[in-house]
């Protein structure tokens, strides 16, 4: 099915099923440990050996010489492998760097072996006694030092760097108030529980590995193409994934060390990456130096906007693409964004929970605060002078649906926005300042083809098969309302298969598209099994109702179960997008709003509530999407308050690699989370009329927390995370 033209009124209009706050189904299967993870399956490969990796203890240089022989002499040990065993491999499109090191090193923990053993523990004692010989060689490891040697990306590393609409530099020479400030964000990582895992087993010369990704078509393609064998002899399964946030939507070692070492042993083998390869060894979210100008009239109204980003990565990496909402967000007739990307010998950068807009929203939103501040408005009025409903770059082009200004006024009346101080550092509780912050959240609406397969048996039970994933997002769950509601059956009678390869290419998880791009290919393989129904039994399609279970038609019905008869009936259907996406553009919208408390003495920060407003298209479950976006909002909380990747800038690798080092928030840490979902769909969109919201929610809450430290102590931080070593200097002391 090809989605060109608005969707009209369809069969999820119903909304019987879907947009109902629906308890996740995996649930009962998560919550009593019954879900299979891709480390857990005795149920698939009896009696695996495990395999533990060898990390480079160099970010740059060579292996000069590998002794194995003590490792290999340890009790247990079945086999080794290492690039000279594994023959010539060749390598996935999507990962920078090679997963298996020889002779050259590219960064830090880049694997250069894997010990195979009967049991983990004999795996890991044997692995500390392989050693290796390195050359090494110079690196770069400080994005501020390598700066003036960024370069303008390739457009292979990206196809449109920079973009410009009228004379910027004149426009904010003579704009009246002017703003031009630089500001920083760290590395971060994705940090999630589950960590990279992989059991991988060969039959002949067909390979399946069970693992932790959220693209399944992704990851089985690349895996063939770094073994050089035909992807129809690979098979990945990933059912249920521990967290993802954009660190498993790529090939990473794990899976290729297990396939390797289970070829080597002759046996399953199984593979976890340790937490320390999880931050040096797969992706993480590069940092950036980000410099901001904006220049508008003494009226408010923006005329002049610049936003330049500078970032890192291995040679052939891509930039993290902190400009792109600047391009969207707000009116301003001469504009120019640019990024430049050094090579840093790094850990691969790539893809974030939001990547481009979570780091560069946490820069745009200051600086429109500190702006606010210049011309003497309210940091909400400001934005609201400068919105716009159509795309700043191309007027020609509006937005499908825009209501950031909606999402800001509702969120200021529900959060008390009206008692907030105008002036810094003049609320106080005690020792407590207190203080009110407010950004705009944004996040662009990808759209990704996707397939699914429906079948409807004699019992009138419908089962989808699709290759889609659940990271913890409830795909799951909305996959199944979706299928209930197109063929007018309850959840009860709804079977979801996913995460495997050998099911229908979808979407995968991930940009945020995960939701709405794989509901619409149920939707289609939905509609295809509607009419194959219909023609079977000489019901007219466009009379045809399924509902109740049974397919209506005048003074016709019959039961779905007796439509199935003994033989079932089964569709496959994938939807692609035409080109509405270029005629419209598509976005999401939001609000954040944060009050925190600083003590007056200590700087200790504390977050007392939080509150999202979200325009994001048909929310499909409102119960799973408010858990997104609370669960973004902590990640936002994460990234404006405590989490750093601290780099050792001689050796180049990140020193805080683990749990104990790199700060996440807790429980204890939000008190108080709310969120508000604006009543809207976008026909433009898809036939589900929603977009996304996953990646929203960390969209910009960064930044108000920052403006909300701002107004509570008068001290405005532009280097994250904000910590109180940055505030101790300028608080205004004790009463």
Known sequence: ???????????????????????????????????????????????????????????????????????????????????????????????????????????????????VAQSFEQARAAAQLVKVEYEAAEGSFDLAAAKDSAKKPTPKQDPEPDSAVGDFSGAFAAAPVQL???????????????????????????????????????????????????????????????????????????????????????RPVKVMLPRPFMFNNTTHRPATIQRIRIGAGKDGKINAIGHESWS???????????????????????????????????????????????????????????????????????????????????????????????????????????????????????????????????????????GARVKLDSRGI???????????????????????????????????????????????????????????????????????????????????????????????RMTLAEAAGKDGAVAEDTMTYGDLDKRYQQSTFGGHFVEVAVDAATAEIRIRRMLAVCAAGRILNPKSARSQVIGAMTMGAGAALMEELAIDHRKGFFVNHDLAGYEVPVHADMPHQDVIFLDETDPISSPMKAKGVGELGICGVAAAIANAVYNATGVRVREYPVTLDKLLAGLPGEA
């Open 312 to 450: 890192g990565d291995l040679a052939e990496g891509k930039p993290e693409t902190a400009v792109n909402q600047t391009r969207l967000l707000y009116a301003g007739a001469h504009r120019m964004t640019a990024m430049r990307l050094a090579v840093l010998d790094l850990p691969e950068g790539n893809a974030m929970r939001a990547p481009g807009e979570a780091p560069g929203l946490m820069a745009l939103e200051i600086a429109m605060d500190e702006m606010a501040e210049k011309l003497g408005l309210d940091p909400i009025e400001f934005r609201v002078i400068n919105d716009t409903q159509v795309d700043p770059e191309k007027p020609d082009r509006r937005f499908s649906q825009r209501r950031l200004t909606e999402c800001l006024r509702t969120g200021a009346e529900r959060f008390g926005w009206a008692r907030r101080s105008a002036k810094p550092g003049q609320r106080r509780e005690g020792q407590w300042l207190i203080g009110m912050g407010v950004a705009a959240a944004f996040r662009n609406n990808l759209l990704m083809k996707s």
């Open 462 to 556: 419908v089962t989808v098969e699709t290759d889609m994933t659940d990271i913890g997002t409830g795909s799951y769950t909305i996959i199944a309302q979706t299928a209930a509601e197109m063929m007018g059956v309850p959840l009860s009678q709804v079977n979801v298969q996913l995460g495997d390869s050998a099911f229908p290419v979808s979407a995968g998880s991930g940009g945020q598209w995960g939701a709405n791009s794989s509901t619409a290919g149920v939707y289609a393989a939905c509609a295809k099994l509607r009419a194959t129904l219909a023609a079977r039994h000489g019901f007219n399609l466009a009379e045809a109702v399924f509902t109740d279970g049974e397919i209506r038609a005048g003074n016709r």
């Open 1 to 115: 099915m090809k989605f060109d033209t608005p969707a009209g009124t369809n069969p999820i209009d119903q909304l019987k099923v879907v947009g109902r706050p629906t308890d996740r189904i995996d649930g009962p299967r998560k919550t009593t440990g019954t879900a299979p993870y891709a480390y857990e399956r005795p149920d698939v490969a009896a009696n695996p050996a495990y395999g533990y990796p060898v990390g480079a203890t160099i970010a740059k240089g060579r292996i000069t010489a590998m002794d194995l022989s003590a490792a290999r002499a340890a009790p247990g040990v079945i086999t080794i492998v290492t690039a000279g065993s594994a023959g010539q491999l060749g390598k996935g499109k999507r990962n920078t760097a090679k997963l298996l090191a020889g002779p050259e090193v590219q960064h830090y923990h880049q694997a250069v072996a894997l010990v």
């Open 180 to 266: 031009d400030a630089t500001y920083r964000t760290p590395d971060h990582a994705h940090a999630m529980m589950e960590p990279h895992a992989t059991l991988a087993a060969w039959k002949g010369d067909e390979l399946t590995v069970w693992t932790s990704n959220q693209m399944i078509d992704w990851g089985r393609t690349d895996l063939a193409a770094t073994l050089k064998m035909p992807k129809e002899r690979v098979r990945l399964i990933s059912p249920y994934i521990g967290g993802g946030f954009g660190g498993k939507l790529f090939l990473r070692a794990d899976v290729l060390l297990a396939a390797l070492g289970a070829k080597a042993a002759g």
